[in-house]
């Protein structure tokens, strides 16, 4: 199994510029979850889906969008990138039930907006 | 609202020396605790968690800690530290009504010195 998946690991972009980071699992989780880490600040939660065609915001939600079409992946989108999503981003699924207990992270996307 | 609170940004230590991070948490409700490690660079590693069983949580490589409740505390020790535990220490608590949520703390970088 591979796990959780993140492309790309690493990211330039110019302020203004549009991407997604792509999140996919095989693990048949029906929990996804985006977060970012900033130095100091911990990790904190930007969306999350508790199933395929379900998403809701977490704590740092402005300037990114997700959907969830299929129960494997979970693409976060930056519609115009500002410097101050300079961050780390972290996919994380769990398996139905487990909640919080059965986190798995991805290896991360470090994100730099210049 | 749950939050927690790592006591200490840094910790040093000497190898084969005690290890202790502090983590008070914040919660109205029985919680689940977390640990997690990030080595640099890396992504989130699972250390040990607690879900209201045993108060005494053993985790890998040597690690443990202990919820008291009565002290809102969920402290991470272990007896010897080795070079390969230097890196960024997360205490993280689940949040009531989504159990898939979860509230990091700001992180402590654990040094270990030759």
């Known amino acids: 199994n591979a796990g959780v998946t993140q492309t790309p690991k690493f990211q330039v972009l110019k302020t203004g510029q549009s991407m997604t980071l792509q999140c996919a699992q095989d693990m048949n989780h029906e929990y996804m979850s985006w977060y970012r880490q900033d130095p100091g600040m911990g990790l904190r939660l930007i969306h999350y889906?508790?199933?395929?065609?379900?998403?809701d915001q977490g704590e740092v939600p402005n300037g990114y969008n997700v959907s969830r079409s299929t129960t494997e992946d979970f693409p976060l989108r930056l519609l115009s990138a500002a410097p101050s999503q300079t961050s780390v981003y972290f996919c994380?699924?769990?398996?139905?039930?487990?909640?919080?207990?059965?986190?798995?992270f991805g290896s991360g996307t470090r994100l730099t907006v210049v | 609202a749950q939050s927690v609170t790592q006591l200490d940004s840094h910790v040093s230590v000497s190898e084969g020396t005690p290890v202790l991070l502090r983590c008070n948490y914040s919660?109205?409700?029985?919680?689940?605790l977390f640990w997690y490690v990030q080595h640099p660079n890396k992504g989130l590693q699972l250390l040990l968690k607690?879900?209201?069983?045993?108060?005494l949580v053993k985790g890998i490589n040597g690690f443990e800690a202990e919820f008291k409740k009565s002290e809102t505390s969920f402290h991470l020790t272990k007896p010897s530290a080795h070079m390969s535990d230097a890196a960024e220490y997360f205490c993280v608590v689940d949040n009531q009504g989504s159990n898939y949520k979860l509230t990091f703390g700001k992180g402590t970088l654990l040094t270990v010195n030759p």
């Open positions: 889906s508790v199933g395929a065609g379900i998403t």
């Open positions: 607690y879900t209201s069983a045993a108060t």
């Open positions: 919660s109205s409700y029985s919680p689940s």
């Open positions: 994380a699924s769990s398996p139905k039930g487990q909640g919080a207990r059965g986190y798995t």
